[in-house]
Structure formats: C-alpha cells, structure tokens
C-alpha cells in the first residue's frame, strides 16, 4: 500500500508490532523508508493480568534502532491525538508507542508539541526527571509532592524518543542537580539509555535509570505491578532524596 502512495496506520499489541513483526519493519518498511505508522498499544508493564508475554519492554530499544525510523511515545491522550496528526504529515516510518492503562489528562487541548522536542515543565534545579509515556504522570506527581518539602525539581516529557532533543538535555543536565530517567520500560536501550549516550559525547554527568532491570514483567494488576517494580512517584522521590 505504501508503494503504491497510500499511507498505512497499523496496530497491534507493542510486543506483536514491534516483535513478531521486527523483521518485516526491518526489511519491507525501513529498508526502502516506506511511508508506514506503526501504533502499538499494550505496551510495558503497566499491560498487567496479561503477564510476562504481551508486557513488551524491549520495544523502544529495537525501534530506535533502526535507520530511518521516528519513534514517539506519548503521556495523555492529547499528546496521543497531536502525534496521530502530525505523523500523517512526516514522511517515513513511525513507531507509536501506546499503553493499556487509563492514564491522567497533563496538557491542555491547545497545547504546542514539536516531534523531536521535549516538554519542559517546571524550572526547578535541584534536579531534572526525564519521564515517557505513562510515567510523565507519576514525576509530575514527584514534582508536586518534594515541592512542599522545599525541594524543587523540573519535569521533561521525551515523547520523541528518536530524534531526542539533544539540547533540552544537555541544558538540563547543566541547570540542574540529579538526573534522572523513567520508563515503562527496560532501562536497556530505552529512554534512560538514549538520555545517557547524548550526555556521554556532550556533557558527561551521573544519571539515575528507573524502569525494568533486565528481567521480564509478571502477570497482576497494572497499579500493583507498577508499585512492585518500583514505576511510582515514591520511588522518584527516594532518588531525588536519597540517591
């Protein structure tokens, strides 16, 4: 369909779109940078009673690592609906990763977002949490608690994985104290790994990885699984107040 000048939305589970499906993206789509927008829903932990085997976290990694690929990873569901927009503009192939879990309305519908730039929210400097998808919601949640204890910390939504905003980072990195990253998803090759390969060349500086430590997801429900592998605000405040 791409070949002959349609633009294909397709959509499945993450852990079918990105997994089963890995080599045709690989070397149908990629390959010839046909014009094709994967959105992939279910993605992370936070899928829940479906268990280890449709929790995809390895997603972000294999997508971003292929040429010619933009990834996105969207917070609320107006975010959602501005990047469904805006890739139907973009030509080449996207990945959008979706989650299960109802998640909190951030921003309002007249909200400004450009792929390839983060979302600054907050000027706090004693640290910087870098958040995607379903996490923005729990460090926004970070931000305002350690607020009222005097600690004053900045939030940035990297809904673009790849091309990640190089600068943003590299700014926060200066501004700011502690870094830290979290994700839905395992701290190989995900966010926390692209924040730190762009600090690594640019402005060398400890980062804090939060998210899936090489292993695989359990079956439960989401909040409790959220809550056992430690993807909450209490585990970003005990970073920020002890790490």
């Known amino acids: 369909m791409a070949s002959c000048g349609m633009i294909p939305f397709v959509s499945t589970f993450a852990v079918f779109a990105a997994g089963r499906a890995y080599d045709q993206i690989r070397n149908s789509i990629c390959y010839p940078k046909l014009n094709v927008k994967i959105c992939a829903t279910h993605a992370g932990v936070s899928v829940g009673e479906d268990g280890a ?89 970070a931000k305002e608690e350690l607020k009222k204890e005097g600690i004053n910390i900045r939030v940035v939504d990297i809904h673009t994985i790849k091309p990640i905003d190089k600068e943003l980072i590299i700014k ?29 060349e640019e402005y060398p500086k400890k980062v804090t990885r939060i998210g899936m430590k090489d292993e695989f997801g359990k079956s439960g429900k989401a909040e409790k699984l959220l809550e056992y592998f430690g993807l909450t605000k209490e585990t970003i405040i005990k970073e920020i107040k002890e790490g």
């Open 172 to 200: 926060c990195a200066k501004e700011t104290g502690k870094l830290i990253t979290i994700e839905d998803h395992s701290v190989i090759g995900g966010l926390g790994s692209a924040v730190c390969e762009v600090l690594c």
């Open 53 to 141: 085997t449709h929790q995809m976290l390895e997603d972000l990694n294999l997508m971003r690592g292929l040429p010619n690929m933009t990834v996105l990873s969207v917070s609320d569901d107006i975010q959602t609906k501005w990047a469904i927009e805006e890739i139907l503009k973009l030509q080449g192939p996207v990945y959008v990763r979706l989650g299960r879990l109802k998640s909190p309305v951030i921003y309002e519908t007249n909200q400004k977002f450009e792929i390839g730039k983060g979302v600054q929210i907050g000027e706090g400097t004693d640290a910087t949490v870098f958040a995607t998808g379903l996490m923005v919601s729990e460090a926004i949640l």
